[in-house]
């Protein structure tokens, strides 16, 4: 495997990206995930640093201004998340492939970034109906939540043809064995 490749994930939100991700992790120990910051509180268990960089609103702004963020983006109820670029150019250096499970526009503005040592993959669910289902299985958000996530999927799936691949993820162990490929093509050339 050569060094310096992107893998950028994206999906509507009950898309399988987590699942995705997981998955590639455990099978290439050379992917890392690259770890977003957020201006959202911690629920139980987590920990600054590990699954995110926990930032005060004016942390993350400053940031921002400074030009730490390859992407960042304000959602409905005004967390803030992004990608910091530092943890990125580390892991690149290190020779890690950094995996970026992010939203659709900060993926297409990290890939803008990085043209050439980049894969950008898109996992489009198979139906909105199907997606909804997930949604409201996870048991963890509100109807209202829910709608507001399905209104921005219609936006996402707009953009879907802007990644390199697209894999429908009807059915978890075919959308894998797709994704492994191409993960697989991507890093070994």
Known sequence: MSAGKLLILCAPSGGGKSTMAKR???EFPQIRFSISATTRSPRPGEEH???YFFLSREEFLAKVASGEFLEHEEFYNG???GTLREQVDKMLISGYFPLLDVDVNGGL?????YPDNSLALFLRPPSLEILKERLVARGTESPETIQIRLDRTEM???LADRF???IVNDDLERAYSELRT????HLLN
Do not use: F, K, P, Q
Not at 182 to 185: A, K, N, P
């Open 164 to 166: 390199d691949h697209i």
């Open 109 to 113: 503005n990290v890939r803008s970034m």
């Open 182 to 185: 191409l993960v697989e093509r």
């Open 24 to 26: 590639l992790m455990a």
């Open 49 to 51: 640093g590990r699954e």
């Open 79 to 81: 967390t803030l998340y």
């Open 156 to 158: 996402e799936l707009s």
